[in-house]
């Protein structure tokens, strides 16, 4: 075996609820990053020392000023990085914010959009993200297994 395996990543998909069910967080990826232009939802490295939800909700205020009133635990996705040639695996957590939360963004994006979720799903670059808003839908509308996902 040549690589390595690396838990050390989260994903957040921003949602936020409207009159007519929910809207997701799009970002455009700045010029000067990895896969500029791009869109897609919050990402980072999780800090030594740091658990994963304090890393999501740390991500989350750093690309957009946001703090949740709701975070919940989506899945976890693996995947190849090929510059390091290591997979690595993202812990996938849905951040519910207010609905008239302002968004400030950080210098890794230039862009922000609020989308229903079907719209989403078509703007967001990466597959995985796309599959992370069906399956955020379903656990949000699913009260009886909120004990177990719901960060407290």
Known sequence: MTGAVSVGVVDVLVMRAVTKGWQVLVLQRAANTRCPGSWEMVHGKVLPGETLEAAARRELHEETGCTPNRLISVTMHPFYLL?????????????????????????????HVWLTPSQARRRFSWPHEKRFVDEARILLATPAIHDVIEVR
Request: aromatic share 4%; with cysteine.
């Open 83 to 111: 510059p390091t040639q290591t997979v690595q695996l993202a812990a996938v957590f849905c951040a519910v914010v207010p609905s008239d939360a302002s968004i400030l963004l950080g210098d890794e994006h230039t862009r």
